[in-house]
């Protein structure tokens, strides 16, 4: 199995809190995106530079409550909206073994897409979500394709674990000058932006 990087996940209490806050840190305006009904979840989406995209998902209050838990450990979610976690591509995923911490691979929609993910035990991602959720788009043309530029490139993510050694070896299918993992108290997921004029920021 080999990962690539895909996308970066805002999580919030509402969307609209979501993308107020994400909005204002980066300083563009995010795009409309999609409800996932097995979720009962509805996102918006900002496109990056180097075909990378950033999510802001939330419950969506309209839909059916979802037969097991939410993606990102959005049932717990308490607190302002922070960057959460991100995901990763894995061709060929329902047929790979999965890494401790994931169930089993299920087909998901939003509007024309489909593409399979990988449902974290519990909803929650390992390694305190510092681990990348797993997708496989198939033949679904790529979301990032279809966003406006934002002018914003994603310079480094840094997950930070106690248990730092553990989260390396987890991420061995990955080969990504941009990731890079620290040792800390407790988990935590970070960025660093450069906008279109040069400036930076961190999330």
């Not at 996308?7 to 995106?33: F, M, R």
């Not at 591509?89 to 047929?95: I, K, M, Q, T, V």
């Not at 519990?122 to 934002?150: E, K």
Request: proline residues 7%; hydrophobic residues 40%; aromatic residues 6%.
């Amino acid at each position: 199995m080999t990962y690539e990087f895909d996308h970066l996940v805002i999580t919030a209490d509402t969307l609209e809190n979501g993308v107020v806050w994400a909005e204002e840190h980066l300083g563009v305006p995010l795009q409309d995106g999609g409800k996932h009904a097995r979720y009962g979840t509805h996102n918006a989406l900002l496109g990056l530079a180097d075909g990378l995209y950033l999510e802001v998902i939330a419950v969506d209050p309209e839909a059916e409550p979802p037969s097991g838990p939410r993606l990102f450990g959005l049932d717990t979610f308490n607190g302002p909206p922070r960057l959460e976690t991100w995901v990763c591509r894995a061709s060929g995923l329902a047929d790979l073994a999965l890494p401790k911490g994931f169930e089993r691979v299920v087909l998901l929609t939003r509007g024309t897409l489909s593409w399979d993910m990988a449902e974290a035990t519990g909803g929650m991602l390992p390694f305190g979500q510092c681990h990348p959720g797993l997708i496989d788009w198939g033949t679904t043309p790529h979301p990032a394709a279809s966003l406006s530029s934002s002018g914003l490139k994603l310079l480094n993510l840094t997950l930070a674990h106690p248990d730092v050694t553990g989260l390396k070896a987890a991420l061995e299918p990955l080969e990504d000058a941009r990731v890079c993992t620290e040792k800390a108290d407790v988990p935590l997921v970070s960025a660093e932006f450069e906008t279109a004029d040069g400036r930076k920021i961190t999330l």
